[in-house]
């Protein structure tokens, strides 16, 4: 270019030699009128593609070029488009290479220009031109090369769906030289990258089988490059290929063919090695169905060649003198490995072993590279089931490896560090990691204080060692510690109250933060425990309330305005639960209530008035420590570690996975949070006005009897009905348990002394029969029971029973006898199926309750009273206020008549009047009749004391009962709140 384009040297110097912006921008400005002046003609010199005729070869190259080499600078071009459409048109060689420079350089795809060159494009790619090398001709190769350069860099969605089939044609066409063939390959990979969906798998995948066989290693390479591109993006549609680039591989590791200008310091090929080993990792599964295809020899044939390439890449692979060879086996030795963590554990374990060994030796080499790489695949190696305890062997190289002068290198070490941690090693390498802590640089303390937290956590199995292992943390490097790895610390303590763990946490906060110098991250987490789990050390010395708020406040200078406001909050709850510190914290609040920061302000004002707004007990509810937090699956340190190394890292892999540590303190945790849930659920009932303390219900559940199909329990919108009829039956001679539409369950039942005769009715109210109809009764340690009944409906076979026709009854006789007291009624379970073969059970209970038994007994007032007193005490009495509802009538004497006949005519006690002088109050005295004999064969009976006290202004009742039982002290209480309920209703 020399030679024919002096004039654009002579440019080029202008600009480079330049004194200032200005001076280059005044030269361009010039060059671009006198190239616009030159493009421009008059009508006769324009041709039909707008350039001007006039313009000889040289010029018009030279002109074209100038504009090119501007461009390049940044200066915009937005003319001359029509000569460089006249070039790439030229027959010329040297007009038709400058032409497409240009092309590739000043239009874009979606300029309107582009249409009117597309078919001289697409005639240079596939129209054959002249051979001749004398003339000024280009040779169908040479034209064929710039229009696919061409193609590949300029941009554009309609460009690109017109011209890509000539490129797979002249891809696969056999006339193509292997130049053209390479060059169609990466073109058609870019078009495929710019729209993946250009291709489609099925069709395309045959086509690149043809090529995978051509025996130039050039083609295959760029072949390779073009198939790991699109099999990316559907990885299926080419699985097919698989054995294609096995043959390959083997031809290359195993029988060494290769053409010499391919061989790079005696390796076949590396780069083509390395793509074909990459493809293959796409595909983890194919040695598993290779595996089991035993009756194919072809795909064994394929996966055994494959488990001797891998296998002889990992024993052939050597540190060498020369870092090129060096650089290119390492390349492929690392994909190697890289294909064996993709199979997994169900890879050949001989060649996961080898390449632990192979990489146990290159971390420990010279070479920094080497060793970067040996870290890093050894990091996913250790992802693999079984490989942990190989990975142990190499931790004290690692080690060393974690003081390298490279930072790189340390990252890398860290990682591997981080995934070969179990529970066996983990205290003793964050003990190293901590211990390095101290000498770290600070580009790579944050990563390591993160990660160190998530090993302590992961792995701690007294998590009090993972308590002190943060507060190191704060006190090397306290201003690595995010506020993420101090709030899991919070976290965590608050979820596993079990053991000493809060109070220790407490006690060793208090000690941390007691020095005046200490990092203020301290001090947050210091703020926050004491706050919640203080008063469980407040009893030791030197650690009062008093001596908690001293120690915290004396940081309150040098705080921050967050770590204030998390004083502010510390402070108020010191102040509820000590009297001693109320009047420390009100000059604080004071003060604070004029603070410039809001949130402080804000806290200091509410805390403040808060006494006053509300009672104490108010107060105490507001203040009372926090709630357990809620587990998420994936904890904030996770997240962040996630962020920072991304989803492909092994680190993070690895901390997604729960190690046994975690899952037997999440098993914990969850068996004391049923438990929790379990005493919540029980008080809550026991408070629910609406849930009787005397269950209709029994705890059976459907299926107890070990059926197989699924039944139909009692539906939930008749519960409240139920509830009600048991209560009534519990007071009444007769009545319905249970009814729905296919079935009704009556009662009744008689009792003298100690006896009882129940009959239970079960009625088909439904229109088909009920077949396999069966009554289970369990027996009960306090009562001695006989059970009569139909013909089958005591079978405990599921597959007997009786069968109940349409308006019909089963029937069910017991004859029982008490023996000492009690407070559950016996349970019941009715089972039956319906005609189309629907499986019932309906656990019930059957209204035998202690006051059933009892006899009434008169008193005098004085007798009663002297009685009443005699059993005064925690273990024979029992006593609950419960509300009337707020649409219940008012509480009047009449209401206090209905509370007198349900004691005395509903529980069979004897009415004991003139005891109080007002007439809110019910006393009744009766005998609980047993038939337990005692030394003398008497039979033992129990004296039973109780008394109904009524607050008119409040709307309640106060039931009291006695007795020498404390068991029938509460099924008394539980049988009379159940009954003045329901008379209240």
């Not at 680039?245 to 083997?250: E, M, N, P, Q, T």
């Not at 072993?353 to 060793?371: D, H, Q, T, W, Y």
């Amino acid at each position: 270019m020399s030679g024919l384009a002096r004039g654009l040297q002579n440019f080029i110097s202008d600009l480079r030699n330049a004194k200032s912006k200005e001076e280059e921008q005044k030269r361009v400005d010039k060059e671009l009128a006198n190239i616009r002046k030159k493009f421009t003609g008059s009508g006769k010199q324009l041709g039909e593609d707008g350039s001007n005729q006039a313009l000889n070869s040289y010029h018009r190259k030279k002109y074209v070029w100038k504009l090119v080499y501007i461009h390049v600078l940044g200066y915009d071009v937005d003319f001359g488009h029509a000569e460089v459409l006249a070039l790439v048109r030229s027959a010329k060689y040297s007009e038709k290479n400058v032409g497409y420079a240009a092309l590739s350089l000043l239009l874009r795809g979606d300029d309107p220009m582009m249409n009117s060159i597309i078919n001289t494009v697409r005639k240079d790619l596939t129209t054959p031109g002249p051979a001749s090398s004398k003339s000024n001709v280009p040779v169908t190769d040479t034209a064929q090369s710039l229009a696919l350069c061409t193609i590949a860099n300029i941009s554009g969605l309609e460009l690109l769906q017109t011209l890509h089939p000539d490129v797979q044609r002249t891809l696969l066409a056999s006339s193509s030289s292997p130049g053209v063939k390479k060059k169609s390959a990466l073109c058609l990979l870019r078009l495929v990258r710019a729209n993946p969906k250009l291709m489609l798998g099925k069709e395309f995948a045959p086509q690149v089988a043809k090529l995978l066989q051509d025996k130039h290693l050039g083609v295959l390479t760029s072949s390779m490059s073009l198939l790991y591109g699109v099999a990316s993006h559907s990885p299926k549609e080419y699985e097919s290929l698989i054995p294609y680039v096995v043959h390959v591989l083997g031809m290359l590791v195993l029988k060494k063919k290769c053409a010499r200008e391919y061989l790079y310091y005696r390796t076949p090929s590396p780069w083509l090695q390395i793509k074909l080993l990459k493809f293959l990792q796409l595909y983890p599964q194919a040695i598993i169905q290779g595996a089991q295809d035993n009756g194919d020899d072809k795909s064994a044939a394929h996966i055994s060649q494959l488990t001797s390439v891998v296998s002889k890449i990992l024993t052939e692979t050597d540190v060498s003198d020369s870092i090129n060879k060096s650089n290119a086996d390492h390349a492929i030795l690392f994909e190697a490995v890289n294909l064996i963590v993709t199979w997994g554990s169900s890879g050949p374990a001989q060649l996961r072993e080898g390449a632990m060994k192979l990489l146990g030796k290159f971390i420990s080499v010279r070479e920094p590279n080497i060793r970067y790489l040996g870290l890093m695949t050894m990091a996913k190696l250790a992802q693999l089931e079984g490989s942990n305890e190989s990975i142990k062997k190499h931790q004290e190289t690692v080690l060393v490896s974690l003081k390298d002068a490279d930072i790189s290198v340390r990252r890398r070490a860290l990682d591997l560090l981080f995934v070969m941690c179990d529970t066996d090693n983990a205290e003793r390498i964050v003990d190293q990691l901590v211990a390095h802590l101290v000498l770290a640089d600070a580009a790579i303390r944050e990563e390591m204080v993160l990660k160190i937290a998530i090993l302590a956590e992961k792995y701690a199995t007294d998590l009090r060692w993972y308590v002190d292992t943060i507060l190191k943390l704060i006190s090397i490097s306290g201003d690595h510690v995010s506020d993420a790895i101090w709030h899991r610390v919070v976290q965590i303590v608050t979820n596993h109250p079990q053991g000493d763990l809060q109070a220790y946490t407490a006690a060793t906060l208090l000690v941390a933060a007691s020095p005046r110098r200490c990092h203020e991250t301290a001090v947050r987490v210091a703020s926050y425990v004491l706050g919640e789990f203080g008063f469980l050390v407040a009893e030791r010395p030197g650690m009062s309330g008093e001596e908690q708020f001293r120690i915290l406040h004396q940081h309150w200078a040098t705080s921050s305005p967050q770590t204030r406001a998390i004083l502010v909050s510390t402070y108020a709850k010191l102040a509820n639960l000590y009297e001693e510190c109320r009047p420390l914290v009100a000059p604080v609040f004071a003060r604070c209530k004029n603070s410039v920061d809001v949130e402080i302000q804000q806290r200091s004002a509410e805390y403040a008035a808060m006494r006053e707004a509300f009672n104490a007990e108010a107060v105490e509810d507001l203040l009372r420590e926090m709630p357990p937090f809620e587990d998420k699956k994936k904890s904030a340190l996770e997240q962040r570690l996630r962020e920072k190394e991304g989803d492909d890292s092994a680190a993070v892999a690895k901390a997604a996975r729960p190690s046994k540590a975690q899952r037997e303190r999440a098993a914990q945790s969850a068996a004391a949070a049923r438990a929790a849930e379990e005493v919540a659920a029980q008080q809550a009932a026991e408070q629910n006005a609406v849930n009787d303390p005397i269950s209709p219900i029994s705890d059976g559940s459907p299926g107890a009897d070990g059926l197989d199909k699924p039944k139909v329990g009692i539906p939930k919108d008749i519960i409240p009905a139920m509830r009600k009829a048991f209560a009534n039956l519990c007071t009444s001679a007769s009545g319905v348990l249970f009814e729905n539409s296919l079935l009704q369950v009556g009662v009744k039942h008689e009792y003298v002394n100690s006896q009882g005769r129940i009959s239970i009715f079960f009625g088909n109210l439904g229109k088909a029969p009920l077949q396999h109809f069966r009554v289970l009764v369990d027996d009960c340690e306090h009562l001695r029971m006989q059970k009569q009944g139909t013909q089958g409906l005591l079978d405990e076979n599921e597959d007997g029973g009786c069968t109940v026709a349409i308006r019909t009854q089963a029937k069910l006789l017991l004859l029982v006898e008490v023996t000492a007291p009690f407070d559950d009624a016996p349970a019941m379970r009715v089972v039956f199926e319906t005609e189309d073969g629907e499986a019932h059970e309906y656990p019930l209970r059957i209204p035998i309750v202690a006051t059933c038994f009892m006899e009434p007994v008169t008193l005098e007032p004085g007798a009663f009273m002297q009685r009443w007193k005699s059993l005064d005490g925690n273990d024979r009495e029992c006593q609950e206020v419960i509300k009337a509802p707020p649409n219940a009538p008012q509480i009047d004497e009449e209401s206090m008549e209905r509370v007198a006949r349900i004691i005395t005519d509903g529980l069979k006690f004897g009415r004991c009047q003139g005891c109080d002088p007002t007439p809110w109050t019910v006393s009744g005295a009766a005998t609980f009749r047993t038939a337990a004999k005692d030394a003398n064969g008497n039979n033992i009976n129990v004296g039973c004391l109780i008394r109904v006290e009524a607050n008119p202004q409040a709307g309640a009742f106060r039931i009291t009962t006695r007795t020498l039982h404390a068991l029938c002290s509460k099924a008394v209480k539980n049988v009379v709140l159940v009954s003045i309920k329901l008379a209240q209703v």
